[in-house]
């Protein structure tokens, strides 16, 4: 929700301030859901959220979350940020949910809006540093604390200890 604000922001050219983020607790089929929306920081506000619903316009936004895709794959930013900072998703207005924050689960989402057969995998280039990351961190926990030996299968996120025991990233 807060990359859909931000980049509708950018597109009205307001401040990312004039559209709120909220979070309505509920029920689906007995189990703990939460719906998200978007509303005008004011009252009877200008229509900035109102304005996501008009036709076409929501497609505009993902279609611009699509280009901005860049920004965030730039190689200093995926390594320096593993869900979210300050250069990216996170501001002192959503402080609150800084640590829900994951611009690749935003851009997954997003992805999933704009095509309802799209499957987040692994393998998507945003991800693939922080697969690698995690399988080099599970691979030195096998090693350091279980002393396994492991075969490593990058491209697969996979490691396969010395008793025949598969890891798999998922």
């Given amino acids: 929700a807060f990359l859909l604000r931000d980049t509708a922001a950018r ?12 979070i309505k607790p509920s029920k689906n089929n007995n189990k703990p859901s939460a719906q998200i929306f978007l509303s005008d920081r004011l009252e009877n506000g200008a229509g900035y959220s109102r304005w996501l619903t008009q036709e076409n316009n929501l497609e505009i936004v993902l279609n611009e979350i699509k280009r901005s895709e860049e920004f965030y794959m730039q190689e200093e930013h995926m390594n ?3 869900s979210s900072c300050y250069h990216c998703m996170q501001e002192y207005g959503n402080l609150h949910y800084h640590g829900l924050l994951n611009w690749r689960l935003a851009l ?10 799209y499957i987040p995998f692994l393998n998507e280039k945003y991800w693939q540093s922080l697969a690698k990351k995690s ?3 599970l691979e030195k926990i096998l090693i350091d ?8 299968d990058d491209n697969n996120f996979r490691l396969t200890s010395n008793e ?4 798999i990233l998922v």
């Fill in 11 to 22: 597109i009205l050219d307001i401040d990312r301030s004039e559209i709120l983020v909220g």
């Fill in 164 to 167: 025949g025991i598969d890891y």
């Fill in 80 to 82: 320096n940020c593993d």
């Fill in 108 to 117: 997954d989402l997003a992805k999933m809006i704009r095509d309802k057969n």
């Fill in 135 to 137: 399988l080099d961190n």
């Fill in 145 to 152: 604390i279980n002393n396994k030996t492991v075969k490593k």
